[in-house]
């Protein structure tokens, strides 16, 4: 019977392990969405493509900026899940490996948003298209090392 409930309980502990490893790269996830969209945004205002204004620019990098901010505590769990429970991640564990320039590349995407922030409250589109090519770059940069491509 001992053995029977300390199977149990270690297979509860393994579950609640298992589900805080799905919530914790599920909200990575939602966090990288969540830049990726205001990319996307950016993108249409500087291909012409959508109705957005530089100052949607101003904010839409204002967020992209404080999520930037976030990314080192999203991934500080240092939990990498291939396929687990169906969440599936393009998190390379080069992330962990390679700690500290992870997180001097999430540090540059701040940096760069925060320039297209500054940017964009000019109003000059050839200025926020200059910038924002520099700030994908920074993103382009990360992807290459800290990313699995899919299939």
Known sequence: MRIGMIAAALAATLAAGTAFANEGVEARQK????????????????KGENQETPADVAKRAGMIKANAMKIGGAFGDKIHVEN?????????????????????????????????????????????????????????????????KKN
């Not at 966090?31 to 500087?46: E, H, Q, R, S, T």
């Not at 080069?94 to 109003?123: H, N, V, Y």
């Open 84 to 148: 687990a429970n169906g969440v599936e991640t393009t998190a390379s564990p080069m992330i962990w490996d390679k700690w500290d320039g992870f997180l001097t590349a999430a540090s540059d995407l701040e940096s760069a948003a925060g320039a297209l922030e500054t940017t964009a409250a000019g109003g000059d589109k050839a200025a926020i298209s200059a910038s924002f090519a520099a700030m994908t770059k920074t993103c382009g940069g990360c992807h290459t090392t800290y990313r699995v």
């Open 31 to 46: 966090l990288m969405k969540d830049i990726g969209g205001n990319v996307k945004g950016i993108a249409g205002y500087v």
